[in-house]
């Protein structure tokens, strides 16, 4: 049996795609699995020695092959499945007896194995396993009677459309070797009401790495913000947020990274001028490897997430897990996927319920202030993280759905 890692969207340290191949694949190695990494053709020569992956895929997850402003949606979608298919087409030597693991999927790479998989005789199609580790693009509504979801125009954001289209080509059949998957239970259960098929959870690929140290009694506080920062990452209400924490409080200190500081260019400069002013304000502006990622989570003593709600309703948080695997206390949208989990291992946080800068201020401060208590819950959190979660979990999985329907 062989473990074929296929990602087209790995190719540097930005955002999550390296480190979950590293945990995946590291733990899989680790037990002695023959493993195959596939990544995007112009993966970083230092990441591909490292993850010993093969430069395999023309298109990239996120590229636009097409920017027609009628069509071109759809026509991204047709050249990057289709070439998907291709690229997969020329793997030699797969058989049934091995899984193949597609790392956060969009549309297309969905489209792209299942061409490829349905064109191989029944006998020798391997166990695909196929994860979304983003939202699928639908608009969640809260109404009177219960949450409702919507697909968005296709010119401005297609998945929804996209995602749903490709499900239509599985039939009950295709249960037999097919496992689509998100790292968390209710991500899940939309993307199944979205697709109309089966779609499991992963137990989720992040583990302790660093001291998980008791943070309780730690003064000053340090508060981070970590990861590769975006809009829907709620980075617009960062500049405030600091300088408003900076101007009211004295038992504080920030940590703010941002993998890619020309993304947001305005914030950006704003929180450059604050570090410049405020020797309490750390500001790191590298894309991090594993090393420079573990001494971030560590120097960390509460994790902001400032996410878009409707984002992070139907999507997980590499970054508020791994707080939560290594003891580090919260601060979270409510009603999203990682309120949800934070619930699960013991509240070891708070949450906002307005996407405003005063929402999340507030919701920073009350965790400031409670802040001893929530550092010992997440002590507590981190030690029961592993019964459940971590790559031991995750491939053992695997393993169980490489058998079973």
Same mark, same amino acid.
């Given at each position: ?20 191949? =590293? ?5 899989? &190695?680790?037990?002695?699995? $023959? ?70 999927? #969009? $549309?297309? +790479? ?8 349905? /064109? ?27 949450? &409702?979801? /919507?697909?968005?125009?296709?010119? #401005? ?58 943070? /309780?009694?730690? &003064? ?8 590769? +920062? ?18 009211? =409080? ?16 305005? #914030? ?10 405020? /020797? ?25 997430? $400032?996410?878009?709600?409707? =984002? ?67 002590? #507590? ?20 759905? =490489?058998?079973?329907?």
């Amino acid at each position: 049996m062989n473990l074929i890692y296929i990602d087209p969207g790995l190719y540097n340290n930005l955002g999550h795609h390296a480190n979950s191949c =590293r945990h995946i694949v590291g733990e899989a &190695r680790g037990r002695g699995m $023959p493993c195959a990494v596939l990544g995007y053709i112009g993966i970083e020569p230092s990441l591909k020695d490292e993850l010993f992956a093969t430069p395999w895929f023309r298109c990239n997850t996120y590229g636009n092959y097409d920017t027609d402003p009628v069509c071109g949606w759809l026509m991204n979608f047709e050249v990057m499945a289709r070439t998907t298919a291709e690229d997969l087409s020329r793997l030699g030597g797969v058989s049934r007896d091995d899984i193949v693991y597609l790392n956060s999927a #969009q $549309p297309a +790479q969905f489209m792209g194995v299942v061409r490829w998989a349905q /064109s191989l005789p029944e006998d020798q199609r391997p166990t695909v396993v196929l994860e979304f580790g983003t939202d699928p693009g639908l608009v969640a509504t809260d109404t009177g009677e219960g949450r &409702r979801f /919507s697909a968005q125009d296709p010119r #401005q954001d297609c998945r929804a459309t996209l995602l749903r289209y490709t499900a239509r080509i599985l039939g009950e059949a295709d249960q037999r070797w097919l496992r689509l998957a998100t790292f968390d239970a209710q991500a899940s259960g939309i993307f199944q009401m979205l697709l109309d098929f089966p779609v499991g959870t992963l137990p989720l690929p992040r583990q302790a790495a660093t001291s998980c140290r008791d943070r /309780s009694g730690t &003064r000053p506080i340090t508060i981070a913000v970590l990861g590769h +920062q975006r809009l829907e990452k709620g980075y617009d209400m960062v500049p405030e947020l600091a300088a408003r924490l900076l101007n009211t =409080r004295n038992d504080i200190r920030l940590l703010i990274h941002n993998g890619w500081p020309e993304g947001l260019v305005t #914030q950006q400069n704003a929180l450059r001028a604050l570090a410049a002013a405020d /020797s309490r304000v750390i500001l790191n502006e590298e894309t991090a490897d594993l090393t420079l990622w573990n001494s971030l989570l560590e120097q960390s003593d509460l994790i902001v997430c $400032p996410y878009n709600r409707n =984002r992070f309703i139907s999507s997980y948080s590499a970054v508020a897990s791994e707080a939560l695997s290594n003891a580090i206390p919260l601060v979270v949208p409510e009603g999203t996927t990682m309120h949800a989990v934070m619930r699960e291992f013991g509240d070891p946080g708070t949450v906002y319920t307005e996407e405003t800068p005063d929402a999340l201020f507030g919701a920073v401060v009350a965790a400031v202030e409670d802040f001893d208590r929530l550092a010992g819950l997440a002590k #507590q959190a981190s030690n029961q993280w592993g019964m459940t979660r971590g790559t031991a979990k995750l491939v053992d999985t695997l393993l169980s759905w =490489r058998s079973a329907p």
